[in-house]
């Protein structure tokens, strides 16, 4: 008996032995999909969270079951898995990204988290990062994670590790005796509400002891954070102070972090310690998830929410009834992808009740930062909102007759805006602040219901002209004009102080097109020489005209040196080069300091070298100017034409 059951032993033990080499020689585990040498996308990236992972079917986090779902869905959809490093690098300017890199990110520190989800990430080929509060490190409960579990996963080639603070997590009762959240709200002690100086420390404190356990488990700096409840002082409850103390805090320690919770996608654009991720409902299926990740995405095209109602996002349901969107009166409604647009056209058909106001949104950044176009039943008015207040740009009186439909057109490119009732003109060309350069689009409706009828948006990309003058543009060129770039010889300060120049540059101004001198330049002048010539174009910039209007130049010839020179003087530059110089900048470590690459060239070698430059700087930075008439280019890069002739570019 006993013999028998000694073989029975040994022959179990040969098995799981046989198991385990025929696992580690045959078993196949998909290979990370990370090649960042191919990766060369400029646009941005997505953030998914999640709050934990669960074995069970009921309750309020996703199973494991979900999650494999997920993945599998991301993967056969051409996501890329991301980690703190890649968004850093991106944000920096250093490193493109994949064109669909996804940052996983969950929420918490549980164990269940990095039980569940490390067999399924393996398997799949994905990567996940863990936002750990550090003060559940010392908890004795086993639903967190340890030191040691931390140890673990920072030695996995599928887990990456941010902070969410030590103590951050924690809500406590401000002075006040009302709710608050630890890092925007005062704490009470007997003698009152802490000064400004303990609050700063406090919170300090916080960030610096999180950051430096996880820097000790680590061995190395902990990049990403994510701030509880989504709050980085800029709650409702939040203190006047808090998030001026959060953001000096946050950005001694970490170059990222994650605030807003409902949206998936990051831009260029978007402030890096101030990003955004989308925290997945437990009960979505893969399906689901890519749906939402796709709305999300940057849109190029022309958009109609009418037909396309899933381009709205809003906290209230868009209904559409008989081709009409009800709009719910104190809600706004935002058009998905639209975070990034610069210049733009928006139409839409709108029927207000006698009480109610309607405004739309443009260039939206936050609600300090944007220009609004509001409607009354007695006017139409265009405003900028930025910090140091509100300005009213142009009011135009209105009548609106009870149930009666009214159509406007809303014109912005480059620093003016243009407005039309119908096809009359109410406002425009309104001058702009050069500030609000961009951002998303959106309406709310105030007092009462209102009918959308009609809404369409499209981005206005343009195209750059090299011509003696602007208005050697041919007019029908014009409204998709760009830039015009002016050939200066010598930086001469006399050329804009001619009457008609100065006519010229104020022409193409009110049409919304930027006007840009294009210098001719040594590459390896004398130190003295190249002073002398950006003294001299100061010395013309001065002029009170023409400063607010000529921010940007054009090198044609110059090097890094000159480049840097004309941006300690103030100006942007687009550097002109040929597109065997091109590959020269592409193959060197250094950092492109020019704002803009103009490739000037052949179509075929101007498009090679635009696909090398891609790897080192976004599509929206580099200017195409070939010697064919036809000169399609990768989305995003801007055509260039020399002697454009009528209906050219269209």
Known sequence: MRK???????LLGLALLGFLAYRFVFHTVPPLVRDPSTWKNWEGFYALSYTGLSKEEEGPYLTRQGFADHLTALREAGYVPLIPEDIVAFYRGEHPLPAKGVLILFEGGRKDSFLLGSPLLEKKGFIATMTVPTA???SPSNFYLKKGDLKRLSRSPYWRLASMGHEAYKKITDYRGQPGHFLTARSASPS????????MERVS????????LLTEITGKPVPAYLYPFADSGSSPQADPLAAEINRKALQAL???????AHAPFNGPNRDPLQLTRLRVPSSWKGKQLISELEKSAPQTAPLDGIQQPGIWESDKRVTLREGVILLSADSPYWIRGTEDWEDQEVTLKVQLPEKAALSVFLRHQDRDNQLVFSVTAKEAALREQQKRGRQTLAVKPLSFDQGVSRLFRLRIKANRAWCWSGEKPLFGPVPLSPLIARGKIGLIVQGAQASLEAFQARPLFGYYVFADAYQAVPPGNRADTRAVLLPWKDGDPAFFAEEKRKMDVLKAAADGVQVIPVLTVTPTPSPQARGRLVAQVRKAWEDPLLKPLIRTLALSGGDEEWVSAFHAAGFKVIRIIRPDEAEKITAGPARISADWICLEGPREAVLSAVERLLFRVPARKIIALTTETESRMPPGVYPAFSRLKEGRGK
């Open 4 to 10: 028998t059951l000694i073989i029975t032993q040994v």
């Open 254 to 260: 970490h170059s990222i972090a994650f605030v807003g």
């Open 192 to 199: 009152g509400p802490e000064d400004d100086r303990a609050f």
């Open 205 to 212: 404190r916080d960030y610096r002891r999180a950051a430096s």
């Open 136 to 138: 559940f490190l010392e």
